[in-house]
């Protein structure tokens, strides 16, 4: 997408970037591939938005909990 200058309500100028990823759980991705696209999601943000088909329920929340996670496994093995 392209950057949309904002100001906000002190008059600050600053830049929205909306970045729209693909979906967790593809039948055609693995979970390896899940977890890359969400780590790189959450680096690139300043605010992250699940959206879910339905209500989000348990196995959503545990999906969300592995993939953060294998996240942060993998931005400690990076720093170390």
Known sequence: GKPIPMKNSNHEDFVVLLIDSEGI???????????????????????????????IDDNSINRLGYLLLHCCHNLELLLN
């Open 25 to 55: 759980g593809s039948f055609s991705a693995s979970e390896t591939h899940d977890a890359q696209i969400f780590a790189l999601s959450i680096l690139l943000s300043s605010f992250f938005i699940y959206n879910s088909l339905g209500n």
